[in-house]
């Protein structure tokens, strides 16, 4: 669940830059931009957790319609790395009128399952409850993310309700639903991934706080797949093939029990990638899938 950023660069199709960050605010310098007419709103805090403050990113295109739908994006890093100021195929939508949220989650070395759903809920939360202030459409949010942030993703779409996956990062009272999910190669059923059950130091085990075997109920409480039903929003999940880091067959699973449940779901097979891909091919399906369901 480590190699998603190569293909990620690739998508984006993007030059970023840093830029310098004047300390103690919570903007990009004016002249920032990832593209035109693009304002990227740098470490917005959504709330806070073991004494820090958790921050986003919010990338907002000057032409777009008001308000704007979202694209929520999860970064991926086997829930040990990674970063929101990291690019994202995400951020090649703000050329076609999206909004787009990078949210920083607790790493597993920081803090163990539930805090990274914690996190990202409270983000969700925020956002809408934000949605006037950033023109935003509180009721076209979209998550998206691939790997450990594709597990979020789905996490975040099957468990709308599941109220001890809340967590206390902030108290607002919006609700943290999304109205569509884009999951790329996540892992959906912990119990059932044969690479989950490996070394104690695996990133399932770093997650877990332990390794598979004791920590069992913890495994199922963070498997997307235990909150399936027909509440859920509509799924696009992506997924390779000849993927040896997150099998295949994970996403099978949760293709299944959300069709099972009524859900619209689409399961596309990347013939040939392994764990990441990129091409005109991978985001012609999320192009399609994002106008059918947030336009």
Not at 193 to 211: E, H
Request: charged content about 20%; glycine content about 10%.
């Amino acid at each position: 669940m480590q190699r998603i950023l190569p293909a990620i660069f690739l998508l984006a199709g993007l030059s970023v830059s840093a830029g310098q960050v004047q300390p103690g605010t919570n903007q990009s310098p004016r002249s920032f931009s990832l593209l035109p007419n693009v304002k990227l709103l740098k470490d917005l805090e959504y709330g806070r957790a073991d004494g820090r403050a958790m921050r986003l990113n919010l990338y907002l295109p000057e032409n777009g319609q008001k308000p704007l739908p979202l694209l929520i994006w999860i970064h991926g890093g086997a829930w040990r790395t990674g970063s929101k100021d990291n690019p994202s195929p995400a951020l090649r939508f703000t050329a076609e009128g999206y909004a787009v949220a990078h949210v920083g989650y607790r790493l597993s070395q920081e803090a163990k399952f539930p805090a990274q759903i914690h996190d990202c809920k409270a983000a969700v939360r925020w956002l809408r409850a934000n949605a006037q202030k950033y023109n935003l459409d509180p009721n076209k949010f979209a998550a998206w993310g691939g790997s450990a942030g594709g597990h979020l993703v789905a996490l975040l779409g099957t468990s709308g309700g599941v109220a001890n996956l809340e967590g206390t990062v902030n108290d607002l009272k919006e609700s943290s639903r999304v109205q569509a999910v884009v999951d790329w190669f996540g892992p959906t059923d912990l119990l059932l991934n044969p690479t989950a059950q490996s070394a104690p130091d695996s990133p399932v085990a770093q997650l877990l706080g332990g390794p598979m075997a004791e920590n069992r109920e913890k495994a199922a409480q963070a498997s997307p797949i235990t909150y399936v039903s027909k509440d859920a929003p509509p799924f696009l999940i992506m997924h390779g093939d000849q993927d040896h880091t997150v099998p295949f067959r994970q996403s099978e699973l949760l293709y299944t029990a959300l069709k099972k449940a009524g859900v619209d779901t689409t399961l596309v097979p990347m013939k040939g990638a392994g764990h990441g891909f990129n091409g005109p091919e991978a985001i012609a399906p999320v192009r399609d899938f994002l106008k059918r369901c947030l336009k």
